[in-house]
């Protein structure tokens, strides 16, 4: 929102002295946030006056279009061989005889430091030039030189007043939450708690003449729920040429907003000024009355941003005899819009549903300047006082009749909240008397029924539909009284309490990961049925089903994310596209998966536990059997090198077992042994290169190659590698801290063995159980050869082990890690066959 500091002055008495960095402080302290202050056409130096075309020379002969013009700027500026007038070159074409302009003479500095000089160009003498905005630093427009409506100001005057360079914008942003302030009106009413000064409520204003003879357009309102108020002013002969005033269109650029027609600069200057949107519809273009209701089966409207769009059943719309006309608070059709020849004028002004106009907004992807406003809460009643403001500017700018105003408006009933007078302090920690407390209140237009009873009895502002319960109040007592003012006090713990063994696992696992070389990366939690296509999951797989948003940020990622991959594999993705080639991500995260029976779409009316205090136990059991199962996964994704090539050697590539090395460390930082073995190939992993996650019997995540598809489907490198387990299920195996062994001082003894099994047992399962027959001074196993051939047989394998034996006391003898070899071997063969190769 940009608040130009010489409108908001109409309405509050900001102390003459005051910077515009101490107003904006001021706003910062109530909760708005302060972005950058702009000075309109800063860098503008020098003489700058109001001159009038007297000629325009076309000059020929040159590729492009030419004028040579006489312009009057005054007797204190004219050449001195022409008194009053100079002779300037212009290439612009919108501009005629007698038009008023403004003109930088020479010694003027224009942004950018552009300096005017008299110089000879296109065989003529220029000297001077006539000013664009763009060229002024008022605005973006540069389709021509900036025409001054007749009668703006006397020629010759210093223009730099009059268009108004110097005027000082405070572009601030209005959180969700203080929608209110999306106007003038609200930044004002903001800024006259702040000085302790009245608000000149420009909704107050009542220019509008009684009707005069004839029928006003009709309305009527089908969706009274999603339509509260709704008003219709009709205006007959109307003048559509009418220009909008400078004055006018000069706000509205400041406020950031261009200017398009007299009829269009009126809603648009009535919305920023009260924060009322309207709309003007072309009056001769409606056939029968207005009618709000919901959109039908099949229903089509092309809006002012010429998009065909096909609507819902939940859009609300404005609509005539003929269909729809309008979005409902968002966009009007283009079918009905005011142009040029318009002469008469059906003016809306209404109060839609916030949770209907953002629904409807996200759903067709359209965000205005009337959605912002209506998601945010807009004044239940202001409807026809600010249609009154905007008609009587277009009567006074545009002539016409008006001829009366139809409207329907739904029974409404005031928020009332009940509140002590001692919860904005308690809720605080500092004191806050009585006094204050209703002081404050009042300020921000709260009615209280009685301010000396107990408890408190408060009815909200119509302009503050914000206003529900009793920690609303407390809350604006407390930013009246500026955060600032309440100290900062950090809670103590109590001894003896800190991190769970759970809360250490996981932090243990992230620096493993983080020392191993991997980068931590944070994604949201929405995905939808795109990402999950794919990963190439199959239509019944778990992951598939989605606990839904009501209210998704975007339609495309309307669910809650089953497994960390679409994420990270994105975060991958776009890490790449951007020249990053070596990529090792994990991320730590919840996953939501649907539990048995369980509707997607979740609880259309959940219990809500009173906040007056601690939820029983019977409402947390209640509100838990509601939520999915949320367990906590850990992934990782890599693609490139995993060290860097050089003079020492070439790179080597990441691979599956890479990521299958990413799950062992996982597991060893909180003390699980981890089983690696062949299993099952789900998607979106390779089928010849993925091993299943293995603890206390139980798979818990999958590591390896993803599918080729799946890379090519993903945009992702080729043989990119992942990995993904359950955390909560890991740690829960641990069954609690984790013990570190001694360090021993002893030497260590070092057999390898090799053994031929069948092809079809898993190396993993000879390995532990050679790891249990090794007994306690087995130190570490390690498998680190696999052979096939003519040696070994066919439809058989060798399996060569690295041991290493230690024992904590003293240097183990020949003997016995002989034995404890023999004995692992021996487990070996009786389990799966195994002979010891020589």
């Not at 908001?8 to 708005?32: F, M, N």
């Not at 600010?386 to 008609?391: E, Q």
């Not at 408060?458 to 503050?464: D, F, H, K």
């Not at 769970?500 to 020392?515: C, E, M, Y």
Request: hydrophobic residues 40%; charged residues 25%.
């Amino acid at each position: 929102m940009r608040i130009p500091l010489s409108w908001l002055r109409e309405y509050v008495d900001v102390p003459v002295d005051e910077t515009p960095e101490r107003i904006g402080e001021r706003l910062v302290a109530v909760g708005l946030e302060l972005e950058d202050i702009h000075v309109v056409g800063g860098g503008v130096t020098g003489p700058l006056v109001v001159a009038r075309v007297l000629q325009i020379e076309e000059l020929t002969g040159f590729k492009k279009p030419i004028r040579f013009c006489r312009v009057e700027v005054g007797a204190e500026h004219g050449h001195p061989d022409t008194p009053g007038e100079r002779g300037i070159v212009c290439g612009a074409r919108n501009f005629a005889e007698g038009d008023t302009v403004v003109v930088a003479l020479p010694g003027a500095v224009l942004p950018g430091d552009f300096r005017i000089a008299t110089r000879e160009t296109y065989g003529k003498v220029s000297d001077g030039m006539i000013c664009s905005e763009r060229e002024l630093g008022l605005g973006d427009d540069h389709d021509g030189i900036m025409v001054l409506p007749e009668g703006t100001a006397e020629i010759g005057v210093d223009a730099g007043p009059v268009i108004g360079l110097g005027d000082v914008v405070l572009d601030v942003a209005v959180t969700p939450d203080m929608g209110f302030c999306l106007s003038m009106r609200g930044v004002a009413r903001e800024l006259a708690h702040q000085y302790g000064v009245e608000l000149r409520d420009p909704a107050a204003l009542d220019d509008l003449p009684a009707p005069e003879p004839g029928t006003p357009h009709e309305c009527a309102v089908e969706a009274l729920d999603a339509c509260s108020l709704f008003t219709l002013r009709t205006i007959v002969g109307f003048d559509p040429t009418a220009p909008s005033p400078y004055w006018m269109r000069r706000r509205l650029s400041m406020g950031g907003m261009r200017p398009v027609s007299l009829a269009v600069d009126v809603t648009n200057y009535v919305m920023l000024e009260t924060g009322q949107p309207l709309h003007a519809f072309d009056l001769g273009k409606l056939q029968g009355p207005i009618v709000v209701r919901r959109a039908r089966a099949g229903e089509t409207l092309e809006t002012l941003d010429h998009v065909e769009r096909t609507l819902s059943d939940d859009d609300l719309l404005i609509t005539d005899g003929r269909g729809p006309i309008g979005l409902a608070g968002t966009m009007g059709g283009l079918e009905t819009e005011v142009d040029d020849a318009t002469t008469a004028i059906a003016l809306e002004a209404a109060h839609f549903t916030s949770s209907v106009v953002a629904r409807m907004s996200r759903r067709h992807k359209l965000s205005s300047e009337a959605s912002r406003r209506f998601e945010r809460g807009v004044d239940t009643v202001l409807a026809p006082y600010a249609s009154a403001r905007a008609a009587a500017l277009l009567l006074e700018h545009g002539g016409g009749r008006y001829v009366g105003m139809t409207g329907v408006e739904a029974p409404r009933e005031p928020v009332t909240i009940t509140m002590s007078a001692e919860l904005p302090g308690r809720t605080a920690g500092i004191r806050i008397d009585r006094g204050t407390v209703v002081e404050r209140l009042e300020a921000v237009g709260v009615a209280l029924a009685d301010p000396q009873a107990e408890p408190l009895v408060a009815t909200a502002p119509t302009w503050r539909p914000d206003l529900t319960d009793p920690a609303d109040l407390v809350e604006e007592v407390l930013r009246l009284g500026g955060y600032d003012a309440i100290p900062a006090t950090l809670p103590r713990a109590q001894a003896g309490f800190g991190l769970t063994g759970p809360q250490r696992a996981r932090r243990s696992a992230g620096r493993a990961l983080a020392g191993a070389g991997y980068v931590e990366a944070l994604s949201y939690p929405f995905v939808g049925q795109a990402e999950l296509d794919a990963l190439g999951l199959p239509a019944d797989d778990r992951r598939r089903h989605q606990l839904l948003l009501a209210n998704p940020l975007s339609d495309e990622q309307p669910g809650m994310r089953t497994t960390l991959l679409p994420g990270l594999l994105a975060t991958l993705r776009r890490n790449v596209g951007r020249g990053q080639s070596d990529v090792a991500l994990y991320e730590a995260g919840l996953v939501f998966h649907l539990r048995e029976g369980q509707d997607p779409r979740g609880v259309t009316d959940p219990p809500r536990p009173s906040v007056d205090g601690r939820p029983s136990h019977d409402d947390l059991v209640a509100l838990h059997a509601l939520l999915p199962d949320q367990p906590l996964h850990v992934a990782v994704a890599l693609a490139g090198s995993r060290t860097p090539g050089g003079w020492w050697g070439p790179s080597e590539p990441a691979s599956w077992a890479d990521a299958v090395e990413a799950a062992r460390v996982v597991a060893s930082s909180v003390g699980v042994a981890l089983e690696v073995r062949k299993g099952a190939a789900p998607a979106p992993w390779h089928p010849g290169r993925v091993a299943e996650l293995v603890v206390a019997g139980g798979v818990v995540g999958y590591a390896g190659e993803l599918a080729p598809r799946v890379c090519e489907d993903a945009g992702l490198p080729k043989r990119t590698a992942a990995m993904e387990l359950d955390l909560d299920a890991v740690i829960a195996a641990a069954g609690g801290p984790v013990s570190a062994r001694g360090l021993s001082t002893f030497p260590v003894a070092k057999e390898d063995v090799a053994l031929v099994v069948a092809s079809d047992v898993a190396a993993a399962d000879v390995q532990s159980t050679l790891a249990a027959g090794a007994g306690d001074l087995l130190e570490s196993i390690r498998l680190f050869d696999v052979y096939t051939g003519e040696q070994v047989g066919e439809g058989r394998r060798s399996l060569a082990f690295a041991l290493r034996f230690r024992a904590p006391d003293r240097t183990l003898t020949v003997d016995e890690v002989a034995a404890a070899r023999d004995a692992a071997v021996a487990a070996a063969a009786e389990a799966h066959g195994a002979v010891q190769r020589a």
